[in-house]
């Protein structure tokens, strides 16, 4: 496949919902001819006319001299089997917690027991969307600091018609939430540190700095989780929480925190799982 060569050699990043060139050639292909993301293999045999092959031709050009993410260009991705829209105004779903909630948080709790779940910092709403899926009876309460945000996860929650099941809060991390209490309370929140997020991939100056900084260390969002999920979870309820990278400074920092990592096959980590208990214990 030319393009999928061609990314290759431009080598441009993966890593914002693919990791391959081939993987990614195919969706911005597809998007450009107006194929659905799953078009099957008789596609790539179809006759491409002028004004195709110019839309594929800028859709690599965008790709590689911009270096802005397929996802982005596309204007959809997938997380846990849920088609999500997504622009520049929200991150680009990726969290490995995905497959957590695909296993209805299993081994960890019972899902006939969860009534109620927050999603701390939501973006395109796509791990509140992926939880309401996966648990039928289940509310969930979608909170983001940044109204446009929210617009975009107010679009992916009508499209799912979950809108009776799924609240969009505007809120700084808990301050707008009362005494709502939860089962699980399930975050993926900004955590990269100054020093990092200056030596990212170009890709990433396109996604929100909001969804990625995270103050000098990267802990500012977490240490605020830290401090109040305990008040706002049931007995027995748990907290999960995405750090990635930052995984090392959580535990150096937290030392005295018995903090569970969780492990998925699908790769990924740096996915932490406390209980309340544990939480107000230290
Ligand atoms: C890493 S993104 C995660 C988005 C989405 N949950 C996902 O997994 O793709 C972090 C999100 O937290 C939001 N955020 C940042 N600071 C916040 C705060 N103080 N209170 C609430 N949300 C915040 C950002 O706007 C962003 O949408």
Known sequence: MRSAARLARARVFF???????????????LHALGLPPGANAACYRRRVDRAGELRVRELLRRRIDERVPAAYLTGVTWFAGARIAVDPR??????????????RFAPW??????????????????????CARALPRVRVD????SPAALAVARVNVSRHRLARRVRLISSDHFSALGNATYDIIVANPPYVGARELAALPPEYRHEPRLALAAGSSGLDSVRVILARAARHLRPQGLVIVEVGNTERAVRRTWPHLPFVWLEFERGGGGVFLLTREQLQAN
Not at 91 to 97: E, V
């Open 15 to 29: 890593g914002h919902g693919t990791d391959n060139a081939r993987d990614e050639a195919a969706a911005l292909v």
């Open 90 to 103: 929200v991150l680009i779903p990726r969290s490995p917690i995905a497959e957590l909630i695909e296993r």
């Open 109 to 130: 709790i019972a899902a006939a027991r969860v009534r109620r779940i927050l999603d701390v910092g939501t973006g395109s709403g796509c791990i509140a969307i992926a």
């Open 142 to 145: 979608a909170i983001d600091i």
